[in-house]
């Protein structure tokens, strides 16, 4: 069956995360996605993290997957000129070099839109126009700057960073919009067009509901906030819901790390809670009754239902409260979730053997994904290069130059 991005061809130009995870949902979509990579080196993640000597890592690997590769070296002028045969070949353009790096390849956005004016050119930086547009930025300093940190954890503890990683691969789901967005539009007007997504931007994207609770504050103290004190900036709330609903993590047996469950408080769930928990009495009770007498006291509502929870394991929990429609999930670690094969899927690769990585996340029925294995370094150089029109002697007297 053919696939949603079936002849869109993708030159990938990025490394890490933030782009890589962005060109892996367009090539898990059908694109052909080229990435192109340094003679002899690569991605820099290839060697980063390794567990196993001189093998790509899994950083690598569970961020390429489905691309080709090629080699080439961008500072030599054969290189920018296969660079721009490339560039005049495909429908999209994505990187994620610090500020101003393409341009002093000597490939702007004014020079690759002559080469291809259908051309979409996508990047991800870490700042927008601004005071901080020529600053770098990691995973975390997104996470600071974007409003993440210091609303994450709790209200005695210092600023937390996500274990989510919202500033490289939240920025990467934004660009595969744009990039989406723009080749619609390109249907119509038949021009490409500049994509730009900055890390920060894409953060505070992910925050808005405290953005939303910063207004909120004007008018007086958050209710639906267990913190006591208020002051003039959204607080850290621990695991405070932050929505209509109140809800709360609360610990199960037999009382592990991760041994918690997550349960929201909807106002027709908290009878059936009330018989779950072996209190009743609290059905009716008006000083619990309703979600507004429940409100002022959350910190008691969600330690008498733990006194419950504690005592039976947390799918044990699940069934009970959900049998009720009771919304709640267990907290799932790291070794619970690699072993659920309705996320988590397996690749084999020549020198790894059998990997496991995340499956696609976009679900399209008529567009199915099979995730294959990230590339070996330059493994498509000679099939792209040919695809290109390049002879074997021209190709064999790039390799001969060190130009790819």
């Not at 990187?95 to 259908?118: A, M």
């Not at 000083?287 to 005592?311: N, Q, Y």
């Not at 397996?346 to 590339?375: A, F, I, M, N, Q």
Request: hydrophobic share 40%; with cysteine; net charge negative.
């Amino acid at each position: 069956m053919a696939q949603a991005l079936d002849g869109v061809r993708v030159l990938d130009l990025t490394h890490v995360q933030s782009g890589p995870s962005a060109t892996q949902v367009l090539a898990w979509l059908g694109a052909d996605v080229i990435k192109l990579e340094t003679p002899g080196r690569g991605d820099i993640t290839r060697g980063q993290l390794r567990d196993l000597p001189e093998v790509d890592s899994l950083y690598f690997t569970m961020l390429n997957a489905n691309k080709r590769s090629i080699t080439l070296n961008l500072k030599s002028e054969q290189g920018k000129e296969v660079f721009a045969d490339l560039v005049s070949e495909v429908d999209v353009l994505v990187e994620n070099f610090g500020p101003g790096v393409v341009d002093r390849f000597g490939f702007d956005w004014e020079r690759l839109s002559e080469l291809n004016p259908r051309l979409v050119y996508a990047s991800i930086k870490g700042f927008g126009p601004g005071p901080y547009e020529h600053f770098k930025a990691y995973e975390v300093i997104a996470q600071a700057m974007g409003g993440a940190m210091s609303t994450t954890g709790f209200a005695d503890g210092p600023p937390t960073a996500s274990g989510a990683q919202i500033g490289d691969s939240g920025t990467g789901i934004h660009l595969v919009a744009g990039i989406l967005a723009a080749l619609y539009q390109r249907v119509s007007t038949g021009r490409g067009q500049r994509v730009r997504v900055a890390m920060q931007d894409a953060v505070l994207n992910l925050c808005r509901v405290k953005l939303r609770d910063q207004q909120r504050l004007a008018h007086g103290p958050l209710a639906e906030y267990p913190n006591d004190v208020f002051g003039d900036e959204v607080p850290r709330s621990g695991n405070a819901s932050g929505g209509g609903q109140p809800g709360w993590a609360l610990r199960c047996s037999p009382g592990g790390p991760n041994d918690y469950i997550y349960v929201i408080i909807q106002p027709a769930g908290w009878r059936p809670i009330t018989a779950l928990i072996g209190r009743p009495d609290l059905a009716d009770d008006p000083g619990w009754s309703t979600p507004e007498a429940r409100l002022s006291k959350l910190d008691k509502v969600f330690a008498v239902i733990e006194d419950w929870t504690s005592r039976h394991p947390k799918w044990e929990v699940m069934r009970a409260l959900s049998a009720h429609g009771i919304p709640c999930g267990p907290i799932l670690s790291t070794r619970e979730l690699i072993d659920d094969p309705a996320l988590v899927v397996e690749v084999d690769h020549p020198e790894r053997g059998t990997y496991k990585t995340v499956g696609c996340p976009l679900k399209l029925s008529d567009s199915p994904v099979d995730v294959r294995r990230s590339p070996l370094l330059g493994e498509h150089s000679d099939e792209v290069l040919a695809q290109l029109g390049y002879s074997v002697e021209r190709i064999a007297a790039l390799r001969a130059t060190d130009v790819i």
